[in-house]
């Protein structure tokens, strides 16, 4: 299942002729390419890697909808209910209690059974003295209860009613007891004070009756505003938790009911949807091999055990997805469902981290060093991110609004690099080090304040190179929408089908992808130990980048419909180029990973210390 | 659920009037189902003795199935007591309530637990991360998510 949202059977999807990627091979050693190295990349490499064949960049996973975790869970609760001789909604109870942990739970159980039940809230505890002291244990607040900071007596409000503690069975099936007080006064619900004769009344096996008008806004109030799987007895101090089919008896009407009022049903319907979405979620978290989808709205989960121990992160770059599109109402399940844009966009996040993209190359550690370290120095570098810079040459002021790195100033026609603000003329040959950090400053840096200047220029370098991927990424939305428009006229100009002006938006969906792996590897290189490793490190970031920057280009342009073909073949050939150089960079970094060839500047959670912190 | 509130305030206030408040609790106003204000003094021997704070209630529609935001005033010359869970913008961290809150507890329960609070008290010490707290806290203080530790 996981392999159909992977990287290379996208091409399945966006191109229906699949010929055509492969007819150009031959001229990919062409003149456009011709730093491209055909020995070490031989002609076999472009061929699409067969489906299922799993890369050194890739992780195993599978995902799982929300009804596939429920039998999972169900699958466990049917375990300690065989096991321990306790019904559903007990075993449910006492799971949650314990974390899922059900080789603890039965040990737990087979100890003690009454300690667990009391502890999970199923029972209450047995009374340790008279009968005449456990009738107040509720007024007062019983022993378990936390910290009113040696407070004396509690007092509840309107007289508790409550009764010696029950001996009912506590292991039959759950029936909520609803009944009304035995005396001749009037049951008066003790929060509400509503006293109408026909009051319904509902209480757990402790018997603190209320109303069910009050039970009803409560567990709305637990479930919907603070999130609880395990909502407690509205009586102060009492430990006793309702157990699911109490929940469902006050939210969900019994068939036939009378209609009651509408909003209020349909809160009460969407607090029992969002039970069932907690108790799923905390069985979940509870598991080191599922994770939870974190895009809004979505309810999938993914399993992925390989990347269960946290030791197995410094060594591959967990990226999942849930298999699941878009956001809120336009999500979609389906995969073939190639959206334009963000309502398409794949839920896909890293299993082994908070970061809600894919941060590959760069393993999960360097990651967030990189992002806290962004963060730390945002209002240093804040500028940078800002959508306009001053033409070197005549100072008028430049709006970027393309992907594309390679600016043309509007005025005097300088041409120039967005990044480093060089002439562009020096990166269209094979001398391009736009990407490399010129280390000499740091070097030749005496006194602590140009050593201190020199540090921020080097972090400058690369959140500079980092964030301008991000922003140009970013402004693919743009660019899908322009590209779009392209296509439609491509039909009507040239003889094109829609299909064979699909080639565009696989280009711009590559670029977007591109984009993304070349952002992270400058959290990496920055972090990269000087050395041969981090040069070809380098080599390959190099490479990607102007790879990058000439498609991205391509696909700025104007069109003319006389040069279609030609683009077409172009834009074809630089994406199957660019595609390898990706592939390129993402195999030998992660191969690096899995031989520990990767040695830090800094120290790193997981790895060995760096043996000087030299840049 | 709004009625709830108003008719469950309005019963503990007439209560409150038919019956009076515990010993060294006082209504000091109480004109609206939103705000509310008592004076409190701890009776006997204590590190409060002859000491008065003023506590602010404030209700929203869900009380009481969701707690009032209680806090003691700092305002116009009243201050905070000085108590190892009290903080010096007068917001209190006591669990009840916060997570333990029980819709049956009524205002003058909450007065009276945080009465012996203060009646319990060793030694007259501001919570250790007091100046952090109060630089960042919210205006209410339920929207602040406590950690209740279980000592004193
Ligand atoms: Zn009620
Ligand atoms: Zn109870
Ligand atoms: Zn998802
Ligand atoms: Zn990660
Ligand atoms: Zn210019
Ligand atoms: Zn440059």
Redesign the interface.
Known sequence: MSSDYEYSDDDGDYYDDEEMIDGTQDDLSGASEDDMDMDVYGGDDFKVTPKGKRKSYEVDYDSLSQSAVEKLVKEDVDYICSICGVDESVASLLLRHMKWNKERLVEKYMDNPTSLLVAAGVTAPEPTTTSAQSRTRSIDGSAS??????????????G?KTKSPTTSPPLSHYTPRSFKPKSDEPFVC?????DSSDLRTLALDCEHT?CS??WN??LV?KIR?EGEHSVKC?????ALVCPDPFIRTVLVPAPGAPIGDPTQEEDNRKAWSHFQELLVRHYVASNKRLKFCPYPGCTNTVSCPSAADKSSLTTIVPTVSCGARGIGGQMTQSQSQSGWGLTGKEHKFCFGCHIESDHRPVVCSVARMWLKKCRDDSETANWIKSNTKECSQCQSTIEKNGGCNHMTCKKCKHEFCWVCMGPWSEHGTAWYSCNRYDEKAGVDARDAQSRSRASLERYLHYYNRWANHEQSAKLSLDLYAKTEKKMEDMQITSSLTWIEVQFMKKAVEEVERCRMTLKWTYSMAYYLAKGNEKDLFEDNQRDLEKAVEDLSELLEGPIEPENIPMLRQKVTDKTVYVQKRNEIVLEDTAKGFLEGRWKWNASVEGFDEPERTEY | MASIAARRLAKELKEIHAEGCPVGINLLKADDFETWWFSIEVMGESLYKNEAYTLQFRFDAQYPISSPAVQFVVTDGHQAPIHPHVYSNGHICASILGNEWSPVLSVTAVCVTLQSMLASCKKKERPVDNDRYVRHAPDNPKKTQFHYDDDT
């Open positions: 209860r936390r910290s009113t900071r040696g407070a004396t007596r509690i007092l509840a409000l309107g508790s003790p929060i509400c004070f509503d209320f008008g009050c806004a409560y109030s505003d509205m009586a102060e101090g009492c």
